[in-house]
């Protein structure tokens, strides 16, 4: 019913820039809130940034001031922008919309970065 398909993730350097996107399509209307999570190996997953319906958002304290989370109805694209990237950044990003039955996930897209 719902696909949901992340790009933007790619090799940077300490202190560079990435801006995932995460585009959804199918029946995105019944969409509550819609988020990033990330998980490094041998970590769990951790919720990153997520924004809601109305456009509140909330961000792990420890991306705060360095990610922006956004989104374009129009598109049905949410995008993370990342500045200030650093080794512990590094995780495959995954993109998540909660509906008011299920919840949906991408398949991820890896942000490495090196020093």
């Known amino acids: 019913q719902v696909q949901l398909v992340e790009s933007g993730g790619g090799l940077v350097q300490a202190g560079g820039s990435l801006r995932l996107s995460c585009a959804a399509s199918?029946?995105?209307?019944?969409?509550?809130?819609i988020g990033w999570y990330r998980q490094a190996p041998g970590k769990q997953r951790e919720l990153v940034a997520d924004?809601?319906?109305?456009?509140?958002?909330r961000y792990a304290d420890s991306v705060k001031g360095r990610f922006t989370i956004s989104r374009d109805n129009a598109k049905n694209t949410v995008y993370l922008q990342m500045n200030s990237l650093k080794p512990e950044d590094m995780a495959v990003y995954y993109c998540?919309?909660?509906?008011?039955?299920?919840?949906?996930w991408g398949q991820g897209t890896q942000v490495t970065v090196s020093s």
């Open positions: 998540n919309a909660v509906a008011t039955f299920y919840d949906y």
């Open positions: 924004i809601n319906n109305g456009g509140r958002t």
């Open positions: 199918g029946s995105t209307f019944s969409f509550k809130t």
